[in-house]
């Protein structure tokens, strides 16, 4: 008798580069629209029509500096409607939204692409949104602090798309990502 098991493919993480945001800038609007969404100033499009539809996407942050504030991070998941007639709309679903900091100690760092990236070691959802897998290290020394990441349910989106929003000088954040 042959042997089943259940698996998760090991996926190699994506990323969308850091994008330079306007500082104390909002999250972008989350608003039916009848244009495609796509990447802006605030916001990047983690996965495109034509991927393998998943069901969980994990995102682990970082941004160019270790010192913004108000830094925060929300999910966006589009799904398309097929009009009878006229265009057809993308319906938007907030998947996410989530508070991220620095615990105490060293902030880990990493030059990746020619481009220091800095891991955010806090995630704290925000209330009255989809509950969100979050992992959130503990200090384990002042050296050791890992990074934060969540796991997100994005069943029925065609696109996800990520929109980032910090205090500081011209911040600039990004998301290194994979599907489950």
Request: charged share 5%; with cysteine; hydrophobic share 45%.
């Amino acid at each position: 008798m042959a042997l089943a098991l259940a698996a998760t493919p090991q996926a190699s993480y994506a990323f969308s580069g850091l994008i330079t945001l306007t500082s104390a800038q909002a999250f972008d609007a989350a608003s039916p629209t009848a244009t495609k969404p796509s990447t802006t100033s605030q916001s990047a499009l983690l996965y495109d029509l034509g991927t393998n539809y998943p069901n969980l996407i994990k995102i682990l942050p970082s941004t160019s500096a270790n010192n913004f504030t108000a830094v925060g991070m929300r999910v966006v998941g589009w799904s398309q409607y097929i009009a009878t007639s006229g265009s057809n709309p993308w319906l938007p679903t907030v998947l996410a939204d989530v508070t991220l900091g620095y615990t105490s100690g060293t902030v880990p760092s990493l030059t990746i692409d020619g481009v220091s990236n800095f891991f955010f070691s806090t995630a704290t959802v925000a209330t009255s949104v989809p509950t969100v897998n979050i992992y959130t290290p503990a200090t384990a020394a002042g050296a050791n602090v890992q990074p934060a990441s969540v796991i997100i349910d994005c069943v029925g989106s065609t696109l996800i798309q990520v929109q980032f929003k910090a205090t500081g000088t011209t911040p600039k954040m990004g998301a290194f990502w994979y599907t489950i």
